[in-house]
């Protein structure tokens, strides 16, 4: 059973930046792929970013340029690097990943950006 533990998120004023970091129980070499997510009020999920075992990372149009994601093997750890923070970025972002073909998900952790 793989866990995610995600942190990072808080509160931060428009143009700021913030670092998520996705902790994971398992060794995430073994990982097919890891995922940011978000989710904002009222809306659905949304893939923000992802990484693949290779380390081809992809990217939301709309985060492209501002956010990156990063993940360090040898500390099981995905990482979310987001600059240029925008009040439309306010979410809950959760960890996702892909191992042995099933879906594995953190419990989230909210990004307020204010104005």
């Known amino acids: 059973q793989v866990q995610l533990v995600e942190s990072g998120g808080g509160l931060v004023q428009a143009g700021g930046s913030l670092r998520l970091s996705c902790a994971a129980s398992g060794s995430i070499f073994d990982f097919d792929a890891m995922a940011w997510h978000r989710q904002a009020p009222g809306k659905q999920r949304e893939v923000v970013a992802t990484?693949?075992?290779?380390?081809?990372?992809g990217y939301t149009d709309s985060v492209k340029g501002r956010f990156t994601i990063s993940r360090d093997n040898a500390k099981n750890t995905v990482y979310l690097q987001m600059n240029s923070l925008k009040p439309e970025d306010t979410a809950v972002y959760y960890c996702y990943a892909i191992y042995n073909a099933n879906n594995y998900w953190g419990q989230g952790t909210q990004v307020t950006v204010s104005s």
């Open positions: 990484v693949a075992r290779g380390g081809i990372t």
